[in-house]
T-cell receptor, first 116, second 113 residues
Framework: DSGVTQTPKHLITATGQRVTLRCSPRSGDLSVYWYQQSLDQGLQFLIQYYNGEERAKGNILERFSAQQFPDLHSELNLSSLELGDSALYFC???????????????FGEGSRLTVL | GNSVTQMEGPVTLSEEAFLTINCTYT??????LFWYVQYPGEGLQLLLK?????DKGSNKGFEATYRKETTSFHLEKGSVQVSDSAVYFC????????????FGKGTTLSVSS
């Protein structure tokens, strides 16, 4: 058990809909990262927050947004969903930023999104 | 830019065979290098890491050496077990502000008894 909790574990929805994925980081970790894992693209970095502020941005679509709340949990919002958004979405956390923490991330078990 | 390339899988081995999974990287500056492992139905977990050139990371019988001259970080294990069956990801941390871990596409290892 990594200590990172993601909900829901599975989600099935239709094209055009909007969903929210939730992540609670390990106790004491200030950084939260979101990654998308698909068969063809592998593990793609989406976005990172550190203590409530956006710190790094990767290949995140404009239809997607995220935030980190004062209690350090994070939410990833996916809107106007398309079939190609079907993937496993991972949240990870770390004590500091990638620069400060040496890059060790602790991953949740992921939220599997299926768009029909 | 920063990127990681690792060998395509799947890799299929018999128990007690020698394992090598190749990983090469492109990076500016002085990155840290990692191997993560993903067991079926689970999230990724850190297997080993190396933070500077010539460092050797090791854990659970796996090891990898940070080779700056060949920009490589190959994963090796002398004798694999069935329980090592998983997906292995090579990753790079640029150690620069505004960046995060960059992963290779993963290599699936299947070990049979």
């Amino acid at each position: 058990d990594s200590g990172v909790t993601q909900t829901p574990k599975h989600l099935i929805t239709a094209t055009g809909q909007r969903v929210t994925l939730r992540c609670s980081p390990r106790s004491g970790d200030l950084s939260v990262y979101w990654y998308q894992q698909s068969l063809d693209q592998g593990l793609q970095f989406l976005i990172q927050y550190y203590n409530g502020e956006e710190r790094a941005k990767g290949n995140i679509l404009e239809r997607f947004s995220a935030q980190q709340f004062p209690d350090l949990h994070s939410e990833l919002n996916l809107s106007s969903l398309e079939l190609g958004d079907s993937a496993l979405y991972f949240c990870a956390s770390s004590v500091g930023t990638a620069r400060a923490g040496g890059g060790e991330l602790f991953f949740g078990e992921g939220s599997r999104l299926t768009v029909l | 830019g920063n990127s990681v390339t690792q060998m395509e899988g799947p890799v299929t081995l018999s128990e007690e065979a020698f394992l090598t999974i190749n990983c090469t990287y492109t990076a500016t500056g002085y990155p840290s290098l990692f191997w993560y492992v993903q067991y079926p139905g689970e999230g990724l977990q850190l297997l080993l890491k190396a933070t500077k050139a010539d460092d050797k990371g090791s854990n659970k019988g796996f090891e990898a050496t940070y080779r700056k001259e060949t920009t490589s970080f190959h994963l090796e294990k002398g004798s694999v077990q069935v329980s090592d069956s998983a997906v292995y990801f090579c990753a790079l941390s640029p150690n620069q502000a505004g960046t995060a871990l960059i992963f290779g596409k993963g290599t699936t290892l299947s070990v049979s008894s």
